[in-house]
Structure formats: structure tokens, C-alpha cells
């Protein structure tokens, strides 16, 4: 079985500087990788990348997030990133065996913050 899945995002402008990437959730992406490329030479006009695990049995962990003793990290829905490269790697969710969670295995981007509205 192939596991992998590639996306090609080209510059559409939605009236916004940001693309957005909805990470699947499901168990069965367990053990895939996605790596993320976005150029880091920048323009005023590039657009940012939000990275999405919509769902309250997933998300992304990351060391964004560090749980209340600083000990461990804790995942978060979304991340708003752009300008290098980030890998992730799909791990099962503590909390349901029919979801996977993100974790971030490399990041050298020139942003990389916890995503709010």
C-alpha cells in the first residue's frame, strides 16, 4: 500500500495571505510522514501556512505546548507557519484508537507559533 500523499499548493488568492492544509485525522495514516517545503525567500505577498487537526481526539504536537510541569508537550489544533522546512509524523492518538495524532519530528522555519484567530 502506498501511504503517501502529495500536495502542490500554487498561490490562489482567497482574499487572504493564508493556505490552509487539513491534516487527516484518521487511525489509518498512522506511520506517514508529510514534509513541508515552503521557499523561504519571502515576498510581501506570500501567503502563510495553517496546518489543521480539527478534532478534540487529535491535533498537533509540538514544542509549542509544554504540559503544566514542562515535561511534555501537549497538542494543539493548529499552527501557523512558513518559510523552510517541517516534517510530521502520524502517531496514534491517546485518546481514540480510530485517530492519529501530528507530531513534529524537524522544524527550521522562519515562523512557527500556535495558530489564533
Same mark, same amino acid.
Given at each position: ?25 484518521? +487511525? ?61 509524523? +502520524? ?27
Amino acid at each position: 500500500m502506498n501511504r503517501n500523499f502529495n500536495l502542490i499548493a500554487n498561490g490562489a488568492d482567497f482574499g487572504s495571505y493564508i493556505v490552509w492544509l487539513n491534516l487527516p485525522v484518521s +487511525a489509518e495514516y498512522i506511520g506517514s510522514v508529510v514534509n513541508l517545503y515552503d521557499c523561504p525567500i519571502r515576498t510581501r505577498s506570500s501567503p502563510n501556512l495553517v496546518l489543521a487537526a480539527d478534532d478534540t481526539q487529535s491535533g498537533i504536537v509540538s514544542t509549542l505546548k509544554k504540559d503544566a510541569y514542562g515535561m511534555g508537550y501537549l497538542p494543539v489544533p493548529r499552527i501557523e507557519t512558513y518559510g523552510g522546512l517541517l516534517q510530521l509524523l +502520524a502517531v496514534p492518538s491517546p485518546y481514540s484508537s480510530a485517530k492519529c495524532m501530528w507530531h513534529v519530528t524537524y522544524q527550521m522555519m522562519s515562523e512557527f507559533k500556535i495558530y489564533e484567530e
